[in-house]
């Protein structure tokens, strides 16, 4: 049964023929063909996983280079089950064994000779489509690959920008909701201003037949999916993944500049990405960058809100004068309150009350390093 499964999943991606459908334009799957790779993924004994949430501050650093230089990126393609919260596990797909998946670093100019594998035990045939890629589906029609199988192509970086790469197979909307989804980031030839510190987070929704909280095992729920109805919306694949009550804080210093940026994965919901006490002091709407490199001219001042749709990016930057809890969250609250979507960062100093005063009216805050 599993083979047969398994064969009828691949002849309705057109794997071992043609692979004829490839790309953010694919033509939608039939229902009994989604049925049957969410069936596939439920025969299949995946690995667990201590966790899936990526670490903010695993990024690569900034490029200090002024020559293109040519790239060997291998994405994988790793299906693995872990905890959304405490007792409630779930089958995530994703790149690298995280989400959102690891960030690809590059110059305008370069080249990417990328290979993408999809190891022998999963259970669907996977790809990756890149937003900063001139060619068919984005290079998700080159490296369409089956369990056991690697495809690779070259592509060359040529515009600059922090643009989302995914999973782009029919049923691509299940596959970015498990977890397949990240960014490459393309800098400008002179690079990005300087910063003090970077972070990186990626926001998706996550369909299931259970209810937030609803201990056990979790199975993909197709219908919800179609309602555009999550049980959970997440930053980083976790409930609260790095808030204070789980892996978090992310502690920066006070009077850094922190530069962060953010993928939307979806499938469906735009974020409303602000952070609560704080303001996007300068911020790159949909990851655009300037080509000429004046950053000065190019971007939004003290954006308290910023939309960023699914399937795009956002780059926004902070400055920190006081100490305090920064509470980034989607501002539709809701889905802070009810379905997880949460991220706190502590900065860390001294009182300035010229900025601040939280004891003005005689209420003590001592022993409180971000009061």
Known sequence: MFETTRRRALQALGIGGAATVAGCSAEAPTASEAEIQRQQVEQTSTPTADQVAADPTDLPDPIDRDEPTTHEVTVTAEEVTAEIEPGVTFDFMTFG???????IRVRRGDTVDLTFESPSGN????NVDLHAVYGSG???????AAPGEENAMTFRADYPGAFIYH??????????????????????EGGLPTVDRELYFGQHEVYTDGEVGQEGKHSF???AMKREDPTYVLLNGEKYAWAAANRGPVEVQQGERVRVFMVDGGPNYSSNFHPIGNVWKRA????????NGDFEAYADRNIQTMKVPPGS???GEMDTPVPERIKLVDHALSRVARRGMLAEIDVVGEKREDYYDPDAHGTSHEGSKYA
Request: charged share 10%; net charge negative.
């Open 123 to 126: 259970a669907l045939p996977h």
């Open 138 to 144: 984005g290079g998700a029609v080159a490296t369409t």
């Open 284 to 291: 790159y709407r949909d990851g655009g960058l300037p080509q």
């Open 221 to 223: 729920d197709m219908d």
């Open 313 to 315: 990016c956002m780059i």
């Open 167 to 188: 999973c782009a197979v029919p049923n691509l909307d299940m596959h970015i909701s498990a977890g397949m989804f990240g960014m490459i980031l393309v800098e400008p």
């Open 97 to 103: 064994g995280q989400i959102p998946g690891p960030m």
